[in-house]
C-alpha cells in the first residue's frame, strides 16, 4: 500500500523576497538622505571660510572654450575652468591690496565685502588670542575670574571685573593695581590688529561715599575709562581706533538686584560690531 506523501508549504514566493529586500534597501537610502540633508549651515560656512583661508580658491573664473567634433559640438562647455588673471593698474600702484579689488588710486574706494560670517569668527580669534597672551603672565591665574569675554549684538566685551575680594582699581583712585595695567597692556597689541573701533566704560558701584563731594562716581567711572584707553594707547592701539571714552557711574549694574555688589564696578573694552566708517567726502 503507497504511503501518503506530506505536503511541503512553499513558503512566500521569491518574488515577495527580493521585493521586500529591495524595499529594505530604499528605507535605508532614503534614511541617509535625510540625515545628511540636516545640517547646521553656519558651522559650514564657517569650515568651508576656514577651507579657503587654508588652501586658497578662485574668486574668478571663465569657460576654457567648446568642444567640437567632426564640427560638431558635443558639450557645450568643458568642465575644467581656468583662473582670471586680477589687473594690477601697475602704471599707478607698485603694491598689491589684498582687500581691495581696485589698485593703485582707486584702492580706497572698491571694498571687497565680507561676508556676514566673518566678523563672529572675527571675534572668535579675538577671544582666542587675548585668552593665549594672559596666559603667558604667571600671575593671572589670581585674578582669571575677574576677566569676562561675552560676545554681544554690539559686539565683543571685555570686562574687568572686582569680584571675589579683589578689585582691578585701587579704592576710590583712578589708578589701576600694577597686575591690572599688565593685563590690559597685554591687550593692546591683539586689539591693535582688528579692525573695529574700541569704546571703553566705566562703571562704579552704587552708595559709595567720597570724602570730596564734588567728586562723585561720574568722575570717578570716567576718569578709569580714560586711564585704561591711555594705557592701551601706550602699547600700541592707534588713537583713530578708538570711539568714546565713557563714564557710566552706578546707573548700568551688572547685577540690577544687587547694585551695591562689587561685581557691578568694572571697565568694560568693547570691539565694536559695525561697518568701518564712511570716509569725510566720500562718496560710495
Known amino acids: 500500500m503507497a504511503k501518503k506523501q506530506k505536503k511541503v508549504d512553499p513558503g512566500a514566493p521569491l518574488w515577495l523576497v527580493t521585493f521586500a529586500d529591495l524595499m529594505s534597501l530604499l528605507v535605508c537610502f532614503f534614511v541617509l538622505i535625510i540625515s545628511f540633508s540636516i545640517q547646521d549651515k ?19 573664473s571663465k ?15 568643458m568642465k575644467d575652468v581656468s583662473q582670471v588673471e586680477h589687473s594690477m593698474d601697475s602704471d599707478f600702484a607698485n603694491e598689491e591690496h589684498d582687500r581691495r579689488r ?17 566678523k563672529p569668527r572675527q571675534f572668535a580669534t579675538a577671544a582666542a588670542s587675548l585668552r593665549q597672551a594672559w596666559q603667558e603672565m604667571p600671575e593671572i591665574t589670581e ?7 561675552v560676545e554681544t549684538e554690539e559686539g565683543l566685551n571685555i570686562m574687568l571685573v572686582d569680584q571675589d575680594g579683589r578689585s582691578m582699581f585701587r579704592e576710590g583712585s583712578k ?17 591693535a590688529q582688528m579692525p573695529n573701533r574700541i569704546e571703553i566704560t566705566g562703571h562704579t558701584t552704587a552708595g559709595r561715599q567720597n570724602i ?3 567728586y562723585t562716581g561720574w568722575d570717578l567711572s570716567s576718569e578709569r575709562a580714560n586711564v585704561a584707553r591711555q594705557i592701551l594707547a601706550e602699547y ?12 557710566k557711574a552706578d546707573t548700568e549694574p551688572l547685577f540690577p538686584n544687587d547694585p551695591f555688589l562689587a561685581a557691578n564696578r568694572r571697565i568694560e573694552i568693547l570691539l565694536k560690531k559695525e561697518e568701518p566708517p564712511i570716509p569725510p567726502g566720500h562718496s560710495p
Do not use: C, W
Open 42 to 60: 553656519e558651522k559650514l560656512q564657517v569650515v568651508a571660510g576656514s577651507m579657503r583661508e587654508a588652501f586658497g580658491v578662485k574668486e574668478d
Open 63 to 77: 569657460r576654457t572654450g567648446v568642444i567640437e567634433v567632426n564640427g560638431i559640438p558635443i558639450r557645450e562647455y
Open 102 to 118: 581696485k589698485q593703485g588710486p582707486e584702492a580706497n574706494t572698491h571694498d571687497t565685502l565680507e561676508a556676514d560670517i566673518e
Open 143 to 149: 585674578i582669571s575670574n575677574n576677566i569676562i569675554l
Open 175 to 191: 589708578f589701576p593695581y600694577e597686575t591690572t595695567r599688565r593685563l590690559i597692556a597685554k591687550m593692546a597689541p591683539v586689539l
Open 212 to 214: 570730596d563731594p564734588s
Open 236 to 247: 600700541g592701539v592707534q588713537k583713530d581706533q578708538f570711539f568714546a571714552v565713557v563714564g
